[in-house]
Every structure is written in structure tokens, then in C-alpha cells.
């Protein structure tokens, strides 16, 4: 480290109008959950670390993988395997020695309002609609101010949600419900392009910095459009009987939505379950999804591998055996979800919870 201060360190960036000593002062006292360090949650944990944000929790339970480099530039080959969050901390505090990193894995129901009200602001990187709403949601009850990011192909879009003033429109005035995951793609399904997820997510940092200082920023959606070099930016308009309007302190929805969840205590853990629970795996991904080894790792402990890759799942006729117990898997825990759902039911099975990423398999 030398004899680096943090007064060189920063000096450039406080050159800027509107920062000055007295914005750096601001950031160092700041707090932001990232939640999801992928293609976006990456470029942003970066830009604020060096920025120089004094802390940030860091949510994630996903271990790198080589398909996720081309974007997610705080990891490397060597760190495949690892969890993301741990190989994170490594590198933004090798860029920012005075940063304070805290980790956790995925954000879900029981640990959410507590990650909210500690940060005071949140970068939304996730790659799913459940995560996404359930953060909107608890922000929007906790007031605080949300960035939310998202990619697709070509295009991605950056929406700032200011839940620390009241009243703020929010995703629901648009969306009531939340749609039903699986009606947008995910990367790993429609792909996207790496360098596009730094544009979005160095967007996200630099409305998120500006929130930090105290300034005004962008409220709405800011939509980039790589094929045409387009921008447009969309306002938000409150709904009028939108439940934002009384939503600022009400956590009473957080206890429904853990119930419901609770529900679906058939969505288990590899660890929850004994051999004969898992005597078939039923993998769900797509043939380019597996990876040499893995199959031979389920076989290793003990279950026989069945493939219905989930294309092909609605088409296929599925002929199941009452007498065995049936474990279905896919990469995130999605599909196997919405797979358990069609099944008939008395029929032994259960979805593996969070999907292959968090398991050891991954390691092979
Ligand atoms: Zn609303």
C-alpha cells in the first residue's frame, strides 16, 4: 500500500464539480447492498468500491463459473469454483484498501428487510423476477433508494426507483402482479453480450454515486439499444390506486410472502435429503448446460440420472414411477421449480433448491 492516502487516492474524482471533499466524506459514511454479482452486480460493486463507498454488503450465493467471464469482470479462471462472493471481496479490496466488505448468500424473504434497512441505498443486479420484486418490494417499504438493473442481447435498461422520498412511483404502478419468471429470459437461456453488462452496470454505479452525493439524477428507466446506438429514457407516472401510495413502512406483505414460500417446503436442499429421496435425478438443463463429470458425480453418490431437458419438458411424455422418489435439477432452481408444479401429484419428488450452482458438483 505504500504511503497511498485516501486524499491522493480519490483526488481526480473530486476534481468534479459537485463532489469535493465533502461528497468523498459522504461516500465514505455509505452503505450499498449489491444484490447479485453477475454481469451487472460486478462492474457496479467495482465502480463504488473505487469510488470510494465506505462499505458494501455483497448477496449472492452462486460459485463462478467460466461461463460467466466475458462479463463478470471481478473473477478469473482460477476462481472458478469459488464462491462469488468471497473471490469479490478479494478483489475490491485489493482496489480499495479501506473499503468494509460484507457477504451473504441469496437474498430471500427472512434476511431481506434486515439487508435493506442496514444499507443506504441498493444496486438490484439479480437474474430473476422473484428476487427483483422481492428487493423492489422491500425497499419501497424500508424508503430506500433502489437502482435496478437488466440485460437482454443486445439492449439493456437502468431504472431508478427514489423510495427515500415519498411519493415515488414504483414497478407495481406498471406491473400489479409480478410476472411470472421465466416470461423474460435469462442469460444463460437468451444470452447477452459481456461488454454490454459493464455499460449497464457503470450506468447503475454512476446513478447510484450521484444518489450518494446528493444530487438529482435520472428517475425512470434509461434504455440502451446497442444495434442503433439509441438511448431513451422512460418516466414513471404514479398509479393512482397503486399500493405504493401507504406501502412506505408497511412490512405486513413480508410475513404472506414467507408463507407462501414456506409452501413449498418440497424445494430442498441437496444436504436435506437422504439417498433414497434422490434415487433419480431428473436433470433439466439443456444438453450444452452439462458439463462433463457432472453426471458422474450424482452416480458417485448414489442416484441414477435421468435427462428432460426442459425445452422438450411440456412435449414429452413423462412416464413416472410411484415407487421412487424423484430429485429434479437445473441450474438455478427455476425450472425444476415450475417442473415439481405439473407432476401428478402423490407422486414422490422434490426440486433442488437454488439449482446445481451452490453444490459441490460445480467443482468437478
Ligand atoms: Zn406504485
Not at 471533499?21 to 450499498?32: D, E, I
Request: charged content about 20%; overall charge neutral; proline content about 4%.
Amino acid at each position: 500500500m505504500g504511503d497511498v492516502s485516501p486524499q491522493s487516492y480519490f483526488d481526480r474524482q473530486m476534481r468534479v464539480s459537485g463532489w469535493g471533499a465533502v461528497g468523498q466524506k459522504r461516500l465514505t459514511h455509505a452503505r450499498v447492498l449489491v444484490v447479485g454479482l453477475g454481469g451487472l452486480g460486478c462492474p457496479v460493486a467495482s465502480a463504488l468500491a473505487r469510488a470510494g463507498v465506505g462499505g458494501l454488503i455483497l448477496a449472492d450465493a452462486d460459485r463462478v463459473e467460466a461461463s460467466n467471464l466475458p462479463r463478470q469482470t471481478l473473477f478469473t479462471l482460477a476462481e472458478c469454483g469459488e464462491l462469488k462472493v468471497e473471490a469479490a471481496r478479494r478483489a475490491l479490496v485489493q482496489a480499495n484498501p479501506w473499503i468494509n466488505i460484507e457477504t451473504t448468500g441469496r437474498v430471500d424473504s427472512f434476511q431481506v428487510r434486515q439487508l435493506i434497512e442496514k444499507a443506504d441505498l441498493v444496486i438490484e443486479g439479480s437474474d430473476n423476477l422473484e428476487t427483483k420484486f422481492l428487493v423492489h418490494d422491500a425497499c419501497r417499504a424500508g424508503g430506500k433508494p433502489l437502482v435496478l438493473g437488466a440485460l437482454y442481447q443486445w439492449e439493456c435498461l437502468t431504472t431508478t426507483f427514489r423510495f427515500d422520498r415519498s411519493p415515488s412511483p414504483c414497478w407495481r404502478c406498471l406491473y400489479p402482479e409480478q410476472p411470472p419468471d421465466g416470461c423474460v429470459g435469462v442469460c444463460s437461456e437468451v444470452g447477452v453480450a459481456g461488454a454490454l453488462a459493464g455499460v449497464a452496470g457503470n450506468l447503475m454505479a454512476l446513478v447510484a454515486t450521484r444518489l450518494l452525493l446528493g444530487h438529482e439524477t435520472v428517475e425512470g428507466t434509461i434504455v440502451f439499444d446497442a444495434t442503433d446506438g439509441t438511448t431513451r429514457t422512460l418516466k414513471w407516472h404514479q398509479r393512482p390506486d397503486c399500493s405504493c401510495a401507504q406501502a412506505l413502512g408497511d412490512w405486513s406483505w413480508l410475513e404472506t410472502y414467507q408463507n407462501s414460500r414456506a409452501q413449498k417446503k418440497l424445494s430442498v436442499s441437496w444436504d436435506a435429503l437422504a439417498p433414497s429421496q434422490r434415487a433419480v435425478v431428473v436433470d433439466l438443463r439443456e444438453q450444452e448446460e452439462i458439463r462433463d463429470g457432472e453426471w458422474a458425480w450424482f452416480e458417485k453418490h448414489g442416484s441414477v440420472v435421468i435427462h428432460r431437458p426442459w425445452s422438450q419438458w411440456a412435449l414429452a411424455s413423462q412416464v413416472w414411477n410411484p415407487e421412487i422418489s424423484y430429485l429434479l435439477v437445473c441450474a438455478k432452481g427455476f425450472r425444476s421449480e415450475k417442473a415439481l408444479q405439473t407432476l401428478p401429484p402423490g407422486l414422490r419428488a422434490y426440486s433442488l433448491s437454488g439449482g446445481l450452482k451452490g453444490l459441490a458438483v460445480y467443482s468437478v
